[in-house]
């Protein structure tokens, strides 16, 4: 059996798409999903298309900059569709592909276990503050 330099082992997990390689182009997905606004976008998308106002008014707090950022992300990678119908105003609908779909069970599990837990969380936080004064 062969012994493989580093470059090699890189450039085989990059071909394996091994996250854990700096290298991996998987890494950016990962770094794409993880974001709440994300998360927020996707699960809101769940219930249908949705026009750009109805999405801001369901994410509270998501400044119009943010908005846009994150769907054209998700419009870039193939998560989202973008369906411009010409009338008075001009009708924008987004709604995922059935790509996006294949990662409604991951982002919804995300948002629901942050929403059961976040008692426990408060608590942690709490107790660690109090060990941990600045």
């Known amino acids: 059996m062969a012994t493989m330099t580093a470059e090699q082992r890189r450039r085989q997990a990059k071909l394996a798409y091994n996250a854990y390689v700096a ?4 890494r950016q997905v990962l770094d794409a ?9 996707l699960s809101a998308l769940d219930e249908g298309p949705m026009r750009y106002s109805d999405l801001a008014r ?25 369906t411009i119908t010409p009338s008075v105003p001009v009708r924008v609908d987004y709604e995922l592909t059935p790509l996006g779909e294949t990662i409604l069970p991951v982002v919804g599990a995300i948002k629901q276990w942050s929403e059961a837990h976040i008692e426990q969380i408060h608590e942690a936080r709490a107790g660690y503050d109090e060990r941990n004064p600045s």
């Open 33 to 41: 999903i993880s974001d709440k606004w994300v998360t927020l976008v």
């Open 58 to 82: 369901r994410i509270a707090g998501v400044s119009q900059k943010m908005l846009t950022q994150t769907l054209r992300m998700l419009e870039r990678d193939g998560l989202l569709t973008r």
């Open 23 to 26: 290298e991996c182009p998987s």
